[in-house]
């Protein structure tokens, strides 16, 4: 079993950046693929980025179009802990964030069915 607590969620004004924080417990992440998902009000839960396990998948991302050249994920395995870096938010990215782990592949999965294991989840609210 994997435990997934994300943090660093908050408010912020269109423009600013906020950084994401997903620790995890129980096993180490070096193993998994990562991604990070979110859900805003009245709407499913979407993809936003993934990054693969490092040895033997690579250590490749995906981003949706969405927040391509804007949101930044990594990994540091070493403290056990997921990032992502958001910058040049907007009000339309305003959710919940939700990091999950899934098994290593080598192609990022970007549908939910992909993961196994989930946080509770961050808010992010960006003001116009």
């Keep these: 079993q994997v435990q997934l607590v994300e943090s660093g969620g908050g408010l912020v ?17 070096s193993h998994y693929n990562m991604g990070w ?5 009245g709407k499913e839960r979407e ?4 990054i693969a396990e490092i040895g033997w998948s690579g250590g490749g991302t995906s981003y949706d179009d969405s ?6 994920i990594s990994r540091d395995d070493a403290k056990n802990t997921v990032y992502l870096q958001m910058d040049g938010l907007q009000p339309e990215d305003t959710a919940v964030y939700y990091c999950a782990a899934g098994p290593n592949r080598t ?22």
């Design 67 to 72: 927040v391509k050249a804007r949101f930044t």
């Design 13 to 29: 004004q269109a423009g600013g950046s906020l950084r994401l924080s997903c620790a995890a417990s129980g096993r180490t992440l």
């Design 37 to 41: 998902f979110r859900q805003a009000p």
């Design 107 to 128: 192609v990022v999965a970007t549908t939910l069915w992909g993961y196994d294991y989930w946080g509770q989840g961050t808010q992010v609210t960006v003001s116009s």
């Design 47 to 50: 993809f936003v980025a993934g």
